[in-house]
Protein backbone atom coordinates (compact mmCIF):
# COMPACT_ATOMS: atom_id res chain seq x y z
CA UNK A 1 0.00 0.00 0.00
CA UNK A 2 1.42 3.47 -1.23
CA UNK A 3 1.60 6.31 1.48
CA UNK A 4 -1.25 8.42 0.81
CA UNK A 5 0.33 11.75 0.60
CA UNK A 6 -3.10 14.03 1.71
CA UNK A 7 -2.89 17.95 1.13
CA UNK A 8 -4.76 19.00 4.08
CA UNK A 9 -1.60 18.71 6.34
CA UNK A 10 0.68 20.31 4.29
CA UNK A 11 -1.57 23.32 3.99
CA UNK A 12 -2.27 23.40 7.90
CA UNK A 13 1.74 23.29 8.02
CA UNK A 14 2.03 26.42 5.83
CA UNK A 15 -0.96 28.27 7.38
CA UNK A 16 0.57 28.29 10.51
CA UNK A 17 3.87 29.11 9.94
CA UNK A 18 2.37 32.39 8.06
CA UNK A 19 0.66 34.05 11.14
CA UNK A 20 3.81 35.13 13.05
CA UNK A 21 5.36 37.08 9.75
CA UNK A 22 1.78 38.29 9.19
CA UNK A 23 1.01 39.52 12.88
CA UNK A 24 5.24 41.24 11.89
CA UNK A 25 3.50 43.05 8.66
CA UNK A 26 0.24 44.33 10.77
CA UNK A 27 2.79 45.52 13.77
CA UNK A 28 4.86 47.49 10.69
CA UNK A 29 1.60 49.18 9.59
CA UNK A 30 1.14 46.45 6.66
CA UNK A 31 -2.31 44.69 5.93
CA UNK A 32 -1.40 41.83 3.23
CA UNK A 33 -4.07 42.36 0.51
CA UNK A 34 -5.18 39.97 -2.30
CA UNK A 35 -6.93 41.71 -5.03
CA UNK A 36 -9.30 38.78 -7.25
CA UNK A 37 -10.23 40.02 -10.25
CA UNK A 38 -12.48 38.14 -12.21
CA UNK A 39 -14.28 37.99 -15.45
CA UNK A 40 -17.67 36.57 -15.68
CA UNK A 41 -18.62 33.31 -13.09
CA UNK A 42 -17.41 30.05 -13.75
CA UNK A 43 -18.09 27.58 -11.47
CA UNK A 44 -14.25 26.47 -11.23
CA UNK A 45 -13.65 30.07 -10.57
CA UNK A 46 -16.06 30.19 -8.05
CA UNK A 47 -15.21 27.31 -6.35
CA UNK A 48 -12.00 28.53 -6.14
CA UNK A 49 -12.47 31.89 -5.27
CA UNK A 50 -14.27 30.62 -1.70
CA UNK A 51 -11.57 28.66 -1.03
CA UNK A 52 -9.38 31.89 -0.93
CA UNK A 53 -12.05 33.92 0.69
CA UNK A 54 -12.11 31.34 3.59
CA UNK A 55 -8.18 31.09 3.64
CA UNK A 56 -8.22 34.67 3.66
CA UNK A 57 -10.63 34.88 7.10
CA UNK A 58 -8.66 32.52 8.43
CA UNK A 59 -5.09 34.26 8.28
CA UNK A 60 -6.54 37.98 8.59
CA UNK A 61 -5.59 38.94 5.61
CA UNK A 62 -6.78 41.79 2.96
CA UNK A 63 -8.84 40.46 0.18
CA UNK A 64 -10.26 42.79 -2.75
CA UNK A 65 -12.66 41.25 -5.53
CA UNK A 66 -12.71 42.81 -8.79
CA UNK A 67 -15.49 41.18 -10.76
CA UNK A 68 -16.20 42.05 -14.59
CA UNK A 69 -18.98 40.94 -16.77
CA UNK A 70 -18.13 38.11 -19.21
CA UNK A 71 -18.64 40.48 -21.61
CA UNK A 72 -16.09 43.07 -20.67
CA UNK A 73 -14.09 44.91 -22.80
CA UNK A 74 -10.36 44.36 -22.90
CA UNK A 75 -9.81 48.20 -21.76
CA UNK A 76 -12.17 47.51 -18.78
CA UNK A 77 -10.03 44.67 -18.28
CA UNK A 78 -6.47 46.29 -18.31
CA UNK A 79 -7.84 49.38 -16.42
CA UNK A 80 -8.62 46.69 -13.62
CA UNK A 81 -5.19 45.62 -14.02
CA UNK A 82 -4.14 49.03 -14.12
CA UNK A 83 -6.17 49.83 -10.96
CA UNK A 84 -4.40 46.92 -8.76
CA UNK A 85 -0.63 47.66 -10.17
CA UNK A 86 -0.75 51.54 -8.94
CA UNK A 87 -2.81 50.66 -5.30
CA UNK A 88 -0.09 50.73 -2.70
CA UNK A 89 -2.67 48.70 -0.17
CA UNK A 90 -3.06 45.73 -2.96
CA UNK A 91 0.28 43.36 -2.60
CA UNK A 92 -0.78 40.55 -4.56
CA UNK A 93 -3.02 39.98 -7.70
CA UNK A 94 -4.67 36.80 -8.88
CA UNK A 95 -6.35 36.37 -12.11
CA UNK A 96 -8.69 33.52 -12.96
CA UNK A 97 -8.02 31.74 -16.17
CA UNK A 98 -8.91 31.30 -19.04
CA UNK A 99 -10.34 34.35 -19.76
CA UNK A 100 -13.17 34.76 -22.36
CA UNK A 101 -11.80 34.47 -26.05
CA UNK A 102 -12.91 37.72 -26.71
CA UNK A 103 -10.43 38.81 -24.65
CA UNK A 104 -6.66 38.80 -25.32
CA UNK A 105 -5.28 36.96 -22.63
CA UNK A 106 -1.56 37.52 -23.22
CA UNK A 107 -2.12 40.91 -23.36
CA UNK A 108 -3.47 41.04 -20.11
CA UNK A 109 -1.18 39.19 -18.02
CA UNK A 110 1.55 41.61 -19.86
CA UNK A 111 -0.35 44.30 -17.86
CA UNK A 112 -0.03 43.31 -14.25
CA UNK A 113 3.05 44.53 -12.33
CA UNK A 114 5.23 41.17 -11.87
CA UNK A 115 5.94 42.27 -7.89
CA UNK A 116 2.10 41.96 -7.53
CA UNK A 117 1.80 38.78 -9.66
CA UNK A 118 1.48 36.11 -6.96
CA UNK A 119 0.34 33.24 -9.56
CA UNK A 120 2.79 33.48 -12.18
CA UNK A 121 0.91 34.21 -15.18
CA UNK A 122 3.36 37.76 -16.53
CA UNK A 123 6.93 37.25 -18.08
CA UNK A 124 8.94 39.16 -15.52
CA UNK A 125 7.76 35.96 -12.90
CA UNK A 126 8.79 33.21 -15.56
CA UNK A 127 12.08 35.02 -16.11
CA UNK A 128 12.28 34.97 -12.29
CA UNK A 129 11.78 31.18 -12.51
CA UNK A 130 14.02 29.74 -15.55
CA UNK A 131 16.49 32.38 -13.75
CA UNK A 132 16.15 31.36 -10.84
CA UNK A 133 15.46 34.92 -8.65
CA UNK A 134 13.17 36.35 -6.90
CA UNK A 135 11.44 38.41 -8.96
CA UNK A 136 7.79 37.62 -9.03
CA UNK A 137 6.56 34.17 -8.08
CA UNK A 138 5.91 30.43 -9.28
CA UNK A 139 1.62 29.38 -10.30
CA UNK A 140 0.53 28.09 -6.89
CA UNK A 141 -0.43 24.33 -8.28
CA UNK A 142 3.41 24.23 -9.07
CA UNK A 143 4.13 25.83 -6.00
CA UNK A 144 1.90 23.42 -3.94
CA UNK A 145 3.61 20.44 -5.63
CA UNK A 146 6.61 21.04 -4.63
CA UNK A 147 5.74 21.94 -0.67
CA UNK A 148 3.94 18.92 -0.93
CA UNK A 149 7.28 16.78 -1.67
CA UNK A 150 9.55 19.17 1.22
CA UNK A 151 6.61 18.53 3.58
CA UNK A 152 6.82 14.39 3.05
CA UNK A 153 10.69 14.81 2.96
CA UNK A 154 10.91 13.36 -0.55
CA UNK A 155 14.38 13.56 -1.88
CA UNK A 156 15.02 15.54 -4.37
CA UNK A 157 18.54 16.24 -4.80
CA UNK A 158 20.12 13.56 -7.68
CA UNK A 159 16.52 12.28 -7.69
CA UNK A 160 15.27 11.36 -11.32
CA UNK A 161 11.67 12.78 -12.10
CA UNK A 162 9.49 12.82 -14.75
CA UNK A 163 7.04 15.35 -15.98
CA UNK A 164 3.95 14.55 -17.47
CA UNK A 165 2.42 18.07 -18.87
CA UNK A 166 4.29 20.63 -20.32
CA UNK A 167 1.63 23.62 -19.89
CA UNK A 168 3.15 27.25 -18.17
CA UNK A 169 0.67 26.83 -15.17
CA UNK A 170 2.40 23.42 -13.79
CA UNK A 171 4.67 21.39 -16.21
CA UNK A 172 7.47 23.94 -17.66
CA UNK A 173 7.55 25.44 -14.14
CA UNK A 174 7.32 22.67 -11.84
CA UNK A 175 10.25 21.08 -13.99
CA UNK A 176 12.41 24.29 -13.31
CA UNK A 177 11.73 24.28 -9.81
CA UNK A 178 12.52 20.27 -9.41
CA UNK A 179 15.66 20.56 -11.36
CA UNK A 180 16.45 24.11 -8.94
CA UNK A 181 16.66 21.83 -6.40
CA UNK A 182 19.06 19.39 -8.09
CA UNK A 183 16.69 16.86 -9.54
CA UNK A 184 17.26 15.34 -12.78
CA UNK A 185 14.58 16.10 -15.21
CA UNK A 186 12.73 14.87 -17.92
CA UNK A 187 9.34 16.45 -19.42
CA UNK A 188 7.04 14.55 -21.63
CA UNK A 189 3.76 14.52 -22.86
CA UNK A 190 0.83 12.72 -24.10
CA UNK A 191 2.74 12.48 -27.77
CA UNK A 192 6.15 11.31 -25.83
CA UNK A 193 6.64 7.97 -27.75
CA UNK A 194 6.26 4.86 -25.33
CA UNK A 195 5.27 7.36 -22.48
CA UNK A 196 5.08 4.40 -19.89
CA UNK A 197 8.89 3.48 -20.32
CA UNK A 198 10.01 6.61 -19.49
CA UNK A 199 7.69 7.24 -16.42
CA UNK A 200 9.06 4.11 -14.84
CA UNK A 201 12.32 4.57 -15.02
CA UNK A 202 11.63 7.65 -12.39
CA UNK A 203 11.85 8.28 -9.05
CA UNK A 204 8.73 11.14 -9.03
CA UNK A 205 6.83 11.48 -11.31
CA UNK A 206 4.60 14.57 -11.36
CA UNK A 207 1.56 14.07 -13.59
CA UNK A 208 -0.41 16.98 -14.93
CA UNK A 209 -1.74 16.42 -18.54
CA UNK A 210 -5.08 17.21 -18.16
CA UNK A 211 -6.48 14.03 -19.27
CA UNK A 212 -7.86 11.66 -16.78
CA UNK A 213 -5.98 8.14 -16.82
CA UNK A 214 -3.03 9.02 -18.76
CA UNK A 215 -0.75 7.43 -16.14
CA UNK A 216 -1.83 3.45 -15.51
CA UNK A 217 -0.33 0.60 -14.34
CA UNK A 218 2.03 0.08 -16.85
CA UNK A 219 3.87 3.62 -16.09
CA UNK A 220 4.70 3.23 -12.80
CA UNK A 221 7.19 1.16 -10.56
CA UNK A 222 7.84 0.28 -6.70
CA UNK A 223 8.88 2.87 -4.63
CA UNK A 224 7.82 6.13 -6.72
CA UNK A 225 6.55 9.05 -5.79
CA UNK A 226 3.46 10.70 -7.66
CA UNK A 227 2.00 13.86 -7.87
CA UNK A 228 -0.83 13.69 -9.47
CA UNK A 229 -1.90 17.18 -10.34
CA UNK A 230 -4.99 16.67 -12.72
CA UNK A 231 -8.22 17.65 -11.71
CA UNK A 232 -10.79 15.51 -13.87
CA UNK A 233 -14.77 15.00 -13.94
CA UNK A 234 -15.76 11.56 -14.59
CA UNK A 235 -19.31 11.44 -15.69
CA UNK A 236 -19.53 7.42 -15.52
CA UNK A 237 -18.30 7.59 -11.74
CA UNK A 238 -20.30 10.78 -11.14
CA UNK A 239 -16.82 12.12 -9.02
CA UNK A 240 -13.60 14.18 -9.71
CA UNK A 241 -10.43 11.85 -10.57
CA UNK A 242 -7.12 12.84 -11.14
CA UNK A 243 -4.34 11.97 -14.50
CA UNK A 244 -3.56 8.87 -12.96
CA UNK A 245 -5.54 5.61 -12.63
CA UNK A 246 -5.43 5.56 -8.75
CA UNK A 247 -6.73 2.24 -8.00
CA UNK A 248 -4.15 0.99 -10.27
CA UNK A 249 -1.17 2.63 -9.30
CA UNK A 250 -1.06 2.65 -5.47
CA UNK A 251 -0.94 -0.73 -4.96
CA UNK A 252 2.56 -0.17 -7.37
CA UNK A 253 3.82 3.14 -5.42
CA UNK A 254 5.87 4.16 -2.67
CA UNK A 255 3.53 7.21 -2.17
CA UNK A 256 0.96 9.13 -4.34
CA UNK A 257 -1.41 12.50 -4.25
CA UNK A 258 -5.17 11.53 -3.72
CA UNK A 259 -7.91 13.31 -6.37
CA UNK A 260 -9.14 15.27 -4.74
CA UNK A 261 -7.31 16.46 -1.13
CA UNK A 262 -3.98 16.08 -2.55
CA UNK A 263 -2.37 18.76 -4.64
CA UNK A 264 -5.84 20.86 -5.27
CA UNK A 265 -6.21 21.24 -1.85
CA UNK A 266 -2.78 23.01 -1.05
CA UNK A 267 -3.01 25.86 -3.38
CA UNK A 268 -5.14 28.66 -1.12
CA UNK A 269 -2.35 28.27 1.31
CA UNK A 270 0.21 28.43 -1.28
CA UNK A 271 -1.63 31.46 -2.52
CA UNK A 272 -2.19 33.49 1.09
CA UNK A 273 1.97 32.42 1.24
CA UNK A 274 3.04 34.69 -2.06
CA UNK A 275 0.42 37.30 -0.96
CA UNK A 276 2.72 37.51 2.55
CA UNK A 277 6.20 37.34 0.56
CA UNK A 278 5.24 40.04 -1.59
CA UNK A 279 4.09 42.30 0.77
CA UNK A 280 7.12 41.84 2.96
CA UNK A 281 9.09 42.96 -0.17
CA UNK A 282 7.21 45.60 -1.18
CA UNK A 283 7.00 46.88 2.36
CA UNK A 284 10.71 46.98 2.97
Given at each position: MANILKGKPVADAITEGLFPRIDALKAAGVLPTLAVVRVGAREEDLSYERGIVKRCEVLGLGLRKILLEEDCTQEELIAALEQVNVDPEVYGCLMFRPLPKTLDEDAACAALDPAKDVDGI??????????????????????????????????????????????????????????????????????????????????????????????????????QTVIDVGINWDEEAQKLVGDARFDEVEPIVGAITPVPGGVGSVTTAVLAKHVVEAAERLSR
Open positions: TEGSLFGLFANRPKGFPPCTADACMQILKHYECELSGAEAVVVGRSLVIGRPVSLMLQAADATVTMCHTRTRDLPAVCRRADIVVVAAGRAGVLGADAVSEG
